[in-house]
Structures are given as C-alpha cells and as structure tokens.
C-alpha cells in the first residue's frame, strides 16, 4: 500500500510540475492585441505557472 501512495504523489507530482513549467512558458511567450486581456491573461498564467510550481515542490519533499 505504501507503494500505491507514492506513484499518486509522483503523478501529482509530475502533472503539475508540467501544467506549472508550460504556464510559466505561456507567461513568456504569450501575445495579444489589446494590452489589458494581455495583461490579465499573463497574470493568470504566472499565478497558475507558480502555484504548479509550489504544489510539484511540495510533492517533491512528501516523496
């Protein structure tokens, strides 16, 4: 059983290591035609881009 929970952390772990690497891609690269949709789009992409990035650290240690 022991094993079962930590393949569920690695999941968890990879999953959103890769939604947090690929949000804080599109907070780089992203582009748009009016400055306040990009503006607010690049803030939802660094916010989620960090918060994967916290939750795949967290996972880290748990592991």
């Keep these: 059983m022991e094993n079962v929970i930590a393949a569920l952390l690695f ?3 990879v999953a959103s290591g890769t939604l947090g690497v690929s949000s804080l891609g599109m907070f780089v690269f ?3 035609e009016k400055r306040d949709t ?3 789009e690049r803030l939802e992409y ?3 881009g960090l918060f994967g990035v916290v939750v795949m ?3 880290w240690y748990a592991l």
């Design 11 to 13: 999941a968890l772990l």
């Design 57 to 59: 650290l967290m996972m």
């Design 38 to 40: 990009q503006q607010r």
């Design 46 to 48: 660094a916010f989620f």
């Design 30 to 32: 992203h582009r748009h």
